[in-house]
């Protein structure tokens, strides 16, 4: 599991990067990460973003 969580973070940020997205400055964690805690609570943790969060 640790791979894929990986695998879709490195990917979540490359496509942030090519589209140009600027995160806030006063964010604590950047867009990449929140995009991809949600992807794998729905991936791996059905949906439950508690566990998620948790994991990760």
């Known amino acids: 599991m640790l791979n894929e ?3 879709i973070y ?3 940020d490359d496509l ?4 140009r997205h600027k995160d806030d400055i006063r964010r604590a964690m950047s867009d990449a990460e929140i995009i991809t805690t ?3 609570a729905a991936i791996f ?3 439950n973003h ?3 969060c948790s994991y990760i």
């Open 50 to 52: 508690s566990n998620a």
């Open 10 to 12: 490195a990917i979540t």
């Open 5 to 7: 969580i990986i695998t």
């Open 45 to 47: 943790f059905h949906g």
């Open 38 to 40: 949600v992807l794998v």
């Open 16 to 19: 942030l990067k090519a589209i």
